[in-house]
């Protein structure tokens, strides 16, 4: 009889497409327990196959209920979802609510969608540290979409936008004044926008602010503009006048970009959804989809999963090199040691990190993945 690892096991059940099989999954690699190693470089060869969207926005945006309404349209279509959604840690507890499954009721029950919500635990950015490698589980399951909702976000909690393909960022119209949506950080990762709860006062405004910063920001203001004045609009072409009133109006000139489908340029379209209604969905769906083909058809979407893979080797390295150096009672030692002449000033922070490093060069190296061993005539 030939026996196999608990691991080994699991992906067998994993491959047959039994749920069970990929909760555990998820829940291993979330808690990076013994095995995770093997359970994600089982998934690597399939990586891609799935389409990562990135909703994240304000806390009380209605990101919760807008994934919600699209699994449910991706799942009208066909599709399988899966689902990460990230709750913020207590900093005094440690704790988290994780309250996305019940604000997700409609769709729980679906065997077509998998929801995991997973607490930040002190990470910053947006998303908890396993995000992405759960993500990575669930394409190698198989998943058609997987929708990664954050945390309520700030303006420099990015993480979601190299973590997906396509970044949906949800704003309401209490979200802030026009000098809001010129700010660097969250209102520059959108691929999409939507104003939610756009039955409340104020939404109308707000879309016409995002979509003159658009403007602005292509330099759409300047394009075919007149080098003098005394233009007479009367003596014009249709599409010439249309294309000098853009011009002349960054907002009508972003919205009139964000409607043409082009293989090589991508302006973010700025929507308007009540999603507690189901309005606007599918429109919000529809862009996305027009914004995965023209990532396709441009080369982005193979440069944003090569930056994907790029940042997943760093992150490793960076993970292996806390455990391998700060778990070691032998190097903790060792900088305690250092600490009388930190603080005499002899020594200075840079010296210790050099010697650090030079006495553990030995602890650094040396492999941490070990492949599963199969039976002969079997595969991983």
Request: net charge neutral; with cysteine.
């Amino acid at each position: 009889m030939t026996t196999t690892t608990p691991v080994a096991r699991l992906l067998t059940q994993f491959r047959a497409g039994k749920a069970a099989a990929l909760a555990r999954a998820v829940s291993i690699v979330e808690n990076h327990r013994a095995g995770f190693e093997q359970i994600l470089a089982a998934q690597h060869a399939l990586l891609g196959r799935a389409r990562r969207i990135g909703i994240t926005g304000p806390p009380g945006a209605g990101k919760s209920t807008l994934t919600t309404r699209l699994a449910r349209y991706y799942r009208d279509a066909g599709l399988t979802v899966g689902i990460v959604a990230v709750d913020p840690t207590s900093p005094f507890t440690g704790g988290a609510l994780l309250g996305d499954r019940i604000r997700m009721e409609d769709v729980a029950l679906d065997p077509g969608v998998f929801i995991r919500s997973m607490a930040t635990r002190g990470s910053l950015g947006g998303l908890a540290t396993a995000t992405r490698e759960v993500c990575d589980v669930l394409d190698g399951f198989g998943k058609d979409i997987i929708l990664i909702e954050t945390v309520g976000v700030g303006q420099s909690e990015l993480d979601v936008s190299r973590a997906a393909d396509s970044t949906l960022v949800v704003l309401v119209p209490e979200s802030g004044d026009s000098i809001q949506t010129l700010k660097a950080g969250v209102m520059e990762i959108a691929d999409v926008y939507t104003v939610n709860k756009a039955d409340r006062p104020g939404a109308d405004r707000l879309r016409n602010d995002i979509e003159l910063m658009l403007g602005l920001r292509s330099g759409a203001t300047m394009k075919n503009m007149p080098a003098h004045h005394g233009v007479d609009l009367r003596g014009m072409a249709d599409a010439d006048r249309d294309a000098l009133r853009d011009a002349m109006n960054p907002a009508r000139a972003a919205r009139a970009a964000a409607q043409e489908e082009h293989p090589e340029l991508w302006t973010p379209p700025v929507l308007r959804s009540v999603a507690a209604q189901n309005e606007g969905v599918a429109e919000v769906a529809d862009a996305l989809s027009r914004h995965f083909r023209y990532l396709d058809a441009s080369g982005e979407l193979r440069q944003r999963r090569r930056a994907r893979l790029r940042e997943r080797v760093m992150e490793v390295v960076e993970q292996q090199i806390r455990q391998r150096l700060w778990h070691d009672a032998d190097t903790l030692a060792w900088l305690d040691a250092q600490l009388d002449a930190l603080e005499a000033g002899t020594l200075v922070p840079f010296a210790v990190a050099d010697a650090l490093r030079a006495r553990s060069s030995s602890l650094l190296t040396g492999a941490a993945y070990a492949p599963l061993s199969h039976p002969k005539g079997t595969s991983a």
